[in-house]
């Protein structure tokens, strides 16, 4: 395509953008499949009652899809966002597949490691070329527009297992919606989605961002801006992956049924999702660093209140405040990444913050699970929400105020 012809924007690419939306949507719901059930999946159909042992599945998952983050970020350019995108969806097929048939746990974790691997790939490209697509205008609503149809697809479809679970056994109903989702979003992808290079040609043409002389180290450690969110998205889902594996236990444990557990974990990422239609929209606006700061304040302290109430509202409202927390900050990472890196950076930068993001995953199931069976699941709740809260003060005092687009902030 002539660059000439290409127009950046979201209303000027409004159809391809929609079907990437409505595609993440799927690339989410696969995860939702998950949310809700595995804790009890894993005890019922294995007899795991480890909370380390149970949360084996999202370290191999948070590792997998790290990786894939880290290498889908490298290889866009090179190979496509479609192409990365078609293989996600590929290796998403054989997951519910496996998780029905499943003879041993391992079979479960090497499931994971594969849904890990199809949600980098898949999810990562979606937000490179919604990216591609927008410009810089228009960025933080592009970012929160993908989340939000991401993580709203999480909520629902974690509600929707739940709710399958209680009526007709946490196995294998709730996983015939992962066949679903996996061949629809695979359809979609092949026939539809274009991919978006020559957008990122165009961008380059008039962008004056300085290029950073090393990506991973200024991404991770060197560029305060850069570095500041990297370190807040570790935590941000170091948190989500002590909720993920253990807030269902905590349910379960004071005798809530399938159900309640469904709503009571489908609150947190539904809010999460929907949040982000609003939130992604303020980043553009607002100071990126307030809302960074603000929203992992949020998530710190409403953790830190878990352990202090077993009624079903005051839970309920306490997952709806750690996903507003989370909302705040989500689009505002990639909208923050994506002003501070040039175009033809802006992929691996992504990717490198996605990599550690996603480890966060892996180190909240590591230290909550042995947290959790060394002095109870009260104690790895704290840990994790005073961490939390460490790391909003780290963007609050070491993240500059204004977003400088060049490699020597």
Same mark, same amino acid.
């Given at each position: 395509?002539?660059? !000439?012809? *290409?127009?950046? #924007?979201?209303?000027?690419?409004?159809?391809?953008?929609?079907l990437l939306v409505v595609i993440n949507a799927f690339v989410g719901g696969m995860i939702g499949m998950e949310r809700s059930i595995f804790p009890q999946f894993a005890e019922s159909e294995f007899g795991i009652a480890s909370k380390t042992a149970i949360l084996s599945f999202i370290t191999a998952f948070g590792i997998t899809k790290a990786i894939a983050n880290f290498y889908t970020g490298r290889l866009a350019n090179q190979y496509g966002r479609k192409n990365l995108l078609l293989i996600g969806w590929l290796l998403a097929i054989p997951v519910p597949? *496996?998780? *029905?048939?499943?003879?041993?746990?391992?079979?479960?974790?090497?499931?994971?490691?594969l849904l890990g691997a199809s949600q980098g790939l898949a999810w990562s490209s979606t937000?490179?070329?919604? *990216?591609?697509?927008? #410009?810089?205008? !228009?960025?933080?609503?592009?970012? #929160?527009?993908n989340e939000f149809s991401g993580y709203f697809a999480v909520g629902v479809v974690a509600f929707l297992t739940g709710w399958i679970a209680n009526t007709y056994g946490v196995t294998p109903y709730p996983f015939y919606l992962g066949i679903f989702i996996a061949f629809v979003g695979l359809l979609l992808s092949i026939f539809w989605v274009r991919d978006t290079r020559d957008f990122v040609n165009k961008e380059s043409s008039t962008n004056k961002t300085g290029q950073l002389e090393n990506i991973f180290l200024e991404t991770t450690f060197k560029n305060k801006t850069l570095s500041s969110v990297t370190q807040a998205g570790l935590v941000n889902n170091l948190n989500d992956g002590m909720i993920w594996g253990l807030l269902p236990i905590i349910l379960l444990s004071l005798n809530y049924n399938n159900e309640n557990i469904g709503i009571i974990t489908a609150i947190y990422p539904t809010v999460w999702g929907f949040g982000q239609l609003f939130t992604g929209k303020m980043s553009d606006h607002y100071s990126k660093k307030a809302m960074l700061f603000w929203g992992m304040l949020l998530q710190g302290i409403a953790i830190f209140l878990i352990p202090f109430s077993n009624d079903f509202y005051i839970l309920a409202f306490i997952s709806g405040i750690i996903g507003l927390g989370t909302a705040l900050v989500y689009p505002t990472f990639l909208s923050t990444i994506a002003q501070a890196t040039s175009p033809i950076q802006r992929a691996e930068s992504i990717g490198t913050f996605r990599l550690w993001r996603d480890l966060g995953y892996a180190f909240g199931a590591i230290i909550s699970g042995i947290t959790a069976d060394l002095f109870g699941v009260e104690y790895a709740i704290y840990l994790i929400g005073g961490l939390t809260i460490i790391s909003s003060l780290i963007i609050k005092f070491r993240m500059p105020k204004h977003i400088k687009s060049t490699s020597a902030t």
């Open positions: 395509m002539n660059t !000439d012809e *290409i127009k950046l #924007g979201l209303k000027e690419n409004w159809k391809q953008f929609t597949f *496996i998780l *029905i048939y499943a003879p041993a746990w391992s079979f479960v974790v090497f499931a994971n490691i937000v490179v070329m919604k *990216i591609d697509l927008v #410009g810089e205008k !228009d960025r933080g609503l592009a970012m #929160g527009l």
